[in-house]
């Protein structure tokens, strides 16, 4: 069936057939990479957003399949994760984040500046709220040191006691434990003993992902 949940499904499942994420896809098929983020499948005042024609014309070229295949996969199971052929997730690194240019609005991977490396097999997880970061510097020592890679995602649920990559409005990134957790404001506890812990408006955060696994 034509719809627009079936589509964008098609589209996960075809950047997963390929070894692709879904922005991965889209800066394969020559696309801006946040054309098939999740934040960009609705319009702001919440009417679905539609993938041009063209763009599936490009993604089908970029993959060598043809739009038999593609509407085999509109068509599939949609309880079948895209990310259990574990693709490619962005990755920048960890001092990159607190940059201009390298997240939209919503905390998700934009531009053209990111690398990819291939998503570890940790469990089932949507690849398209998914990326990573690379460990520069001490300030994370003892639990992650310099090179160790952190696999985020902005979907997943936080709870007290997760570990959380915080970037808060004027660009500063850090690695914490949620400690708690209100409408108002944030509570983190630091990784590194010999750094602060720090409180932290609701409105001075960008945005916050939990740490899914670490590549060490």
């Known amino acids: 069936m034509l719809t627009h949940e079936n589509i964008w499904h098609a589209i996960d499942r075809l950047a997963a057939s390929f070894g692709y994420s879904a922005s991965g896809?889209?800066?394969?098929?020559?696309?801006?990479?946040?054309?098939f983020n999740k934040s960009k499948r609705f319009n702001p005042d919440g009417k679905p957003r539609w993938p041009s024609t063209e763009s599936i014309s490009r993604i089908l070229d970029a993959t060598g399949a043809n739009m038999s295949d593609f509407l085999s996969m509109m068509d599939g199971d949609n309880t079948i994760d895209p990310a259990t052929n574990a693709g490619f997730i962005p990755l920048i690194g960890f001092a990159q984040a607190g940059a201009a240019g390298y997240f939209d609005e919503d905390g998700y991977p934009a531009g053209d500046s990111w690398d990819e490396i291939k998503f570890p097999d940790h469990g089932s997880h949507d690849l398209s709220g998914t990326y990573a970061l690379e460990i520069s510097g001490d300030s994370m020592e003892p639990l992650y040191r310099k090179g160790d890679v952190l696999v985020l995602s902005r979907d997943a649920s936080v709870r007290k006691g997760?570990?959380?990559?915080?970037?808060?409005?004027?660009?500063?990134v850090m690695a914490k434990e949620l400690v708690k957790k209100t409408g108002g404001k944030i509570e983190l506890k630091s990784l590194n003993p010999a750094h602060q812990n720090r409180t932290l408006a609701a409105n001075d955060i960008s945005w916050m992902a939990r740490i899914l696994w670490v590549s060490q």
């Open 25 to 35: 896809l889209a800066k394969q098929a020559g696309l801006d990479p946040t054309s």
């Open 162 to 172: 997760d570990r959380v990559v915080v970037r808060t409005v004027k660009g500063e």
